[in-house]
């Protein structure tokens, strides 16, 4: 199977082959990240297993990146936002998109889990191979599969331990069951490890730890010790993942945990709803960014341009300027201030998004979050058509677009209403959601 993905007319489509000299199959419209999305998941059963050659990955992600700024794997055109931002998670202030170097990474993880944890035929006979005296082995083995399990290995053993059961399965110095592997809390060399051959099942007695009174003398090894409960009935050992709330490492924990850390962004969380067009989103989301080829920043990436607003020929383009302060896109933020009845904060885009109340219905806090990214979406079609086309679209047209545009979004959002939320229902044309009967709660 081959896929190719192509851009006509604002639209994605992505064309999957039975085989290369074959005329496409399926031509499938589709989003960018839906796109990402089918890449992928082609993909996805190799990196369950296979290390990928780190090169093929960054390709992989460079045709991704090609093809969301020009709509063509092999166009390269100039990234406005970098790649790191756009990897982010959507709450983040990015696309939530994965590089594919770290769901190969991630899913391996997860196999160096499933093979240090499970009981199945398969972990039980790599371990065998693999494994000398529970550490991996130094020399070479010819193996597809072991190169990218090795390399996990001691991320699995710094954030886990295990749970005593029976001790048959835990090695009493090298194993992680008390927090720390005794070797490590006695400082023993580690030419001395393969020497060490106990195991916990060696010092239970009577369902109670016992170890040498010479190693009781050490309070951090008795405290610990003290601290283990051993089950009352026979229970097999098991080996935990310290950040889950089961004790199991799934693909999805592997991932977030290889993931960089990322501070949530108050607006990010606004602008990505259902009812909304992602590419009008798209939009305010590179506002937020600064990243907006606008005149000024433009200049500031070094392109030589003649920077003057389209709209308001007597000032100098800037984003702030264009969307908020220029007299066209005042004249449509008091026209659409008076129909919601919003006072909107035109200081900067913060405080334009500020501006939307928390505590409204969720169908009227949709329409209010539709009509900030929809007028901005509006100006920035004003202001191409005026500029590239020369095409001077009045402001009553204008007005009618953005309000019928906010009517869809109004229509489709999932969202419910109140009685009061009538006025500005009716306003723009939107059907009410109500709320059903049965969520109606009789308070006496």
Not at 36 to 49: A, R
Not at 261 to 290: D, E, N, Q, T, Y
Not at 353 to 374: G, K, M, R, Y
Request: charged fraction near 15%.
């Amino acid at each position: 199977m081959h896929i190719s993905v192509k851009y006509e007319t604002g639209k994605v489509f992505a064309y999957f082959y039975k085989d290369t000299n074959f005329r496409p199959k399926i031509k499938v419209n589709c989003h960018v990240s839906i796109v990402c999305l089918c890449i992928h998941g082609m993909l996805v059963y190799s990196f369950h297993i296979y290390l990928w050659p780190k090169r093929l990955l960054h390709q992989l992600d460079t045709w991704i990146k090609n093809f969301i700024w020009s709509g063509d794997i092999n166009t390269h055109k100039v990234c406005t936002v970098s790649w790191k931002i756009m990897c982010r998670p959507w709450a983040a202030g990015g696309l939530d998109i994965k590089p594919t170097r770290l769901i190969n990474e991630s899913l391996l993880l997860h196999l160096a889990w499933n093979f240090s944890s499970g009981d199945s035929q398969w972990a039980g006979l790599l371990r065998k191979r693999f494994l000398k005296n529970c550490k991996p082995i130094n020399h070479y083995f010819q193996s597809s599969v072991w190169g990218g399990i090795k390399e996990h290995m001691e991320t699995i053993s710094s954030n886990s331990v295990w749970i005593v059961g029976t001790g048959t399965n835990i090695k009493l110095w090298t194993d992680n069951w008390l927090g720390i592997s005794l070797v490590d809390l006695l400082h023993i060399s580690p030419f001395l490890h393969k020497q060490l051959h106990a195991s916990v099942a060696d010092v239970i007695v009577d369902g109670v730890v016992h170890l040498p009174a010479a190693l009781l003398a050490d309070p951090a090894v008795a405290s610990r010790v003290a601290d283990i409960v051993l089950p009352t009935a026979p229970l097999l050992d098991s080996l935990v993942w310290l950040h889950s709330s089961d004790g199991k490492l799934t693909s999805k924990l592997a991932l977030n945990f290889l993931m960089p850390a990322s501070i949530s962004s108050p607006w990010a969380a606004l602008i990505w709803k259902s009812c909304i067009p992602p590419s009008c989103s798209f939009i305010l989301w590179r506002i937020m960014h600064g990243k907006m080829p606008t005149g000024e920043n433009l200049r500031r990436r070094g392109c030589i341009t003649v920077s003057i607003c389209s709209l308001y020929i007597t000032t100098d383009e800037s984003s702030d300027h264009l969307f908020l302060r220029c007299p066209f896109a005042t004249n449509i933020w008091c026209w659409l201030g008076a129909i919601l009845h919003l006072p909107f904060n035109l200081v900067s885009f913060a405080a334009l998004l500020s501006s939307v109340p928390q505590n409204s219905s969720s169908q009227v806090c949709d329409i209010f979050v539709a009509s900030v990214v929809h007028m901005l979406h509006g100006i920035w079609l004003v202001r191409n058509s005026l500029q590239f086309n020369n095409q001077t679209i009045s402001l009553h047209s204008t007005k009618v677009r953005l309000q019928a545009a906010i009517s869809f979004s109004g229509n489709i959002s999932t969202g419910k209403c109140i009685a009061s939320d009538g006025y500005i229902l009716d306003a723009l044309s939107v059907s009410p959601h109500n709320r059903r009967v049965s969520d109606l709660i009789l308070v006496h």
